[in-house]
């Protein structure tokens, strides 16, 4: 499968953005999409995902409560509404998808997804 990213940009803190995945090729042997992100100097994070099967999600401590992971099957596109950013969130926002994952509060990690795009930055700045 084929993952491209759009919607990322410069917003101020507080603000919002709404990142895209668009997947193209073998999406139905794909069961599980996820976000990560990385910032300078640091280590790739899971940020969320999202199961095709049930629809269940994860979310790390550090954007419960202010992003939501969403898909539109139809369109082979998942998202990521980030609100309420801040400085922190700052990072390049990678999707990600894996045929036998699955998504649950046991966490997300890199090395278990299979495929990835190529990300979009985001910077809360003011």
């Known amino acids: 499968v084929q993952l491209v990213e759009s919607g990322g940009g410069l917003v101020q803190p507080g603000g919002s953005l709404r990142l895209s995945c668009d997947a193209s090729?073998?999406?139905?042997?794909?069961?599980?999409f996820g976000w990560f992100r990385q910032a300078p100097g640091k280590e790739r994070e899971g940020v969320s995902c999202i199961n095709r099967s049930d629809g269940g999600t994860y979310y790390a401590d550090s954007v419960k409560g202010r992003f939501i992971v969403s898909r539109d099957d139809a369109k082979n596109t998942v998202y990521l509404q980030m609100d309420s950013l801040k400085p922190e969130d700052t990072a390049v926002y990678y999707c990600a998808a894996d045929p036998d994952y699955y998504c649950s509060d046991y966490g997300q990690d890199a090395g278990d997804f299979r495929s990835w795009g190529q990300g979009t930055q985001v910077t809360v700045a003011s």
């Open positions: 090729g073998s999406t139905f042997d794909y069961h599980a």
